[in-house]
């Protein structure tokens, strides 16, 4: 031990009493070593099908003005109203953490000038989102998405571009998907549908069954009764008039073409007629992606589209799906660039929830490449053996291989164990007999046979055993 470490202070660590534990935040996760394997499946497929696709990425702020969701998502949402972590900070600003990536996204587009961009700008966000939500299993207080925006393309192709790529990153990673679609219509057709699903719920005394929140939905925003999810208002909506039924001209083509190119992708949908999506900025197509497992329940009563979109009443919906089984979402939102100040650009894009991802591989016990295993493990006897390898390490890592160690652990027999676990095929070893000898033992893991190889060729005896990884 270094002489500073006078014995005086070494008596002064140890008497440090055991403090008490602070533990994590309610709705937090770690993420431990062994989960980083599926975060980086995941991670690599979303930023494969993103670059294939023509989408960058960007990244913004974990904190944003407060004012940015209240005016984007919605002052109404419940995004806003009951689950943004939100606060004042030191200069009296206020500041929220980011509940979703779409309106952060949206400000560096206006923000950064990208409108002078060739459009479309097809951008590509990967991060942590925030949301006071009551914890359970698949909804956390922090999660990650993936999102991709498509901004300053108006045509239906753009929506099934994203709806297309969401079904193939979820089928890429072998989990079974199924896109539930609506069109929530533009500004104008809308408003004549609010009109009568005010009508709708106003009559024969519906109002008085629907539950606290509803209530009061139905003087804010009435569009949101169709997705509450508590069972009277599920029983009510699938008897609500329907918003197809209503849709303009216009809706109605780009719906009917988004359906389209679906069918001709052969791309699974159904079509939802109470999927509206929570947020104030959508209009036209909204999307949401489930699971094949909750799907099947509702499948009986949601119809696939034919030319005419007509919709059968989801009698399922009555049961009450978990809403927080959905894997992603997304829709169009036209007017939301220049209602956040920048100039009228069509935009779509959705969001998927990796931490939900990651649940499902794990449930279907998809098997993943162990990332921890290596081509060679490194083994040393004594200290000078030690520094030796450690040097060593650094030569076979930089010419490609997947180089393991533990240099720190003294035993052979521990290391070797190691090198067992790690799935090598070879180990090297180096003692003081093979320094003196100018040698160093290779070791096949498999058959357990060792051989002498001179320590100035070892390169040359790796590369005809592995090959170059370099070629
Ligand atoms: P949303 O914009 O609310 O539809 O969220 C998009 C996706 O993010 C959802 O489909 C989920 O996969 C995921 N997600 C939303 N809320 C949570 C949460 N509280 N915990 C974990 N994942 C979530």
């Not at 660590?13 to 993420?31: A, E, P, Q, W, Y």
């Not at 943004?84 to 309106?103: G, Q, V």
């Not at 009555?318 to 100039?343: C, F, I, N, T, W």
């Amino acid at each position: 031990m270094p002489k500073m470490f006078k014995k005086k202070e070494e008596e002064k660590v140890f008497k440090v009493r055991r403090g008490k534990f602070v533990s994590r935040l309610r709705g937090m996760k770690d993420i431990l070593p062994d989960e980083y394997k599926y975060w980086n499946l995941v991670i690599k497929k979303a930023s494969e099908l993103s670059k294939a696709y023509g989408f960058r990425r960007i990244g913004t702020p974990v904190l944003e003005n407060l004012e940015l969701f209240e005016r984007s998502s919605g002052r109404s949402s419940d995004i806003v109203t009951k689950e943004m972590f939100s606060f004042i900070d030191k200069n009296n600003d206020k500041i929220a953490l980011r509940p979703e990536a779409t309106p952060g996204i949206v400000r560096t587009y206006i923000e950064h000038g990208m409108f002078n961009l060739p459009q479309p700008v097809k951008l590509f966000w990967l991060g942590p989102v925030f949301r006071h939500d009551k914890p359970q299993a698949g909804r956390f207080r922090q999660f990650s998405q993936f999102d991709l925006e498509n901004i300053g393309d108006p045509s239906p192709v753009a929506d099934a571009e994203l709806i297309s790529l969401a079904y193939y990153f979820f089928r890429e990673l072998q989990i079974d998907v199924i896109t539930q679609i609506n069109s929530i219509g533009c500004a104008v057709c809308r408003k004549e549908y609010l009109v009568k699903l005010e009508n709708f719920y106003k009559e024969r005394g519906r109002r008085v069954k629907l539950c606290h929140d509803c209530k009061k939905r139905l003087a804010k925003n009435p569009l949101r009764l169709l997705d509450c999810k508590e069972k009277p208002c599920l029983e009510m909506a699938a008897e609500a008039p329907q918003i197809v039924d209503s849709l303009c001209d216009d809706c109605r083509n780009h719906f009917i073409k988004v359906l389209e190119y679906l069918d001709e992708l052969d791309i699974p949908y159904n079509l939802n007629p109470t999927l509206v999506r929570g947020l104030d900025y959508y209009n036209r197509t909204v999307f949401e992606i489930w699971p094949v497992e909750v799907e099947a329940s509702a499948d009986a009563g949601l119809d696939k589209i034919s030319d005419q979109p007509t919709f059968a009443k989801p009698d399922a919906v009555k049961e009450g799906l978990p809403r927080q089984s959905a894997l992603g979402g997304g829709g169009r939102y036209d007017g939301l660039v220049e209602y956040m100040g920048g100039r009228p650009t069509p935009a779509c894009g959705f969001g998927i929830g990796i931490e939900r991802v990651i649940l499902k591989i794990k449930e279907k016990n998809i098997p993943l490449k162990d990332e921890e295993k290596g081509d060679i493990f490194l083994a040393q006897l004594g200290d000078q053996a030690r520094r030796k390898i450690m040097k060593l390490f650094e030569v076979l890592r930089k010419a490609g291989y997947s180089a393991r160690q533990a240099f720190t652990k003294d035993s052979l027999k521990s290391q070797l164990e190691m090198a067992n676990k790690m799935g090598v095929k070879y180990t090297l070893i180096l003692g003081q007999k093979e320094i003196m000898d100018g040698t160093i033992l290779i070791r096949d893991m498999e058959s357990g046979i060792q051989e002498i190889i001179d320590y100035k060729k070892i390169l040359a005896e790796v590369e005809k055993r592995l090959g170059n990884p370099a070629k």
